[in-house]
């Protein structure tokens, strides 16, 4: 399949047959599997100000990834441990601002260090 990109000047397309051609062009409109999302529904991301909150999942898979580092840091999964995290985290919800919760839990600022290495980007 080639892609071309629209000029600003090109008169509105149609998302929905074009998704269908290009599914259709590339093999993958399969019968027994249809098509859950389409790019159409998806106009939340880019308008009412969501964009820029979208990064903020990336920085709870960053801390998320941070939190386990700690796990193996000091003894894994231990009942101490998951103690520990649901008294400094898990049971505070959301009466404290989350980074002085962390700093206290893990003893230092965030790093995204283990999340890099996680996702194998870690040189």
């Avoid at 399949?1 to 600003?8: E, G, I, N, S, T």
């Avoid at 074009?18 to 249809?34: S, Y």
């Avoid at 894994?76 to 601002?97: C, P, V, Y």
């Amino acid at each position: 399949m080639q892609w071309h990109a629209l000029k600003p000047d090109a008169p509105r397309q149609d998302v929905d047959n074009f998704e269908t051609k290009a599914l259709a062009d590339t093999h993958t409109d399969f019968t027994n599997v249809p098509t859950r999302y389409r790019s159409s529904y998806f106009l939340h991301i880019w308008g009412n100000g969501y964009a820029a909150a979208y990064y903020a999942y990336q920085w709870t898979v960053m801390l998320d990834d941070d939190a386990y580092d700690w796990f193996d840091k000091h003894g894994g999964m231990t009942r101490a441990n998951g103690q520990r995290f649901r008294d400094m985290i898990l049971s505070k919800g959301h009466t404290m601002d989350y980074a002085p919760m962390f700093r206290a839990f893990y003893g230092k600022d965030p790093d995204i260090g283990p999340m890099l290495e996680h996702r194998g980007l870690k040189p």
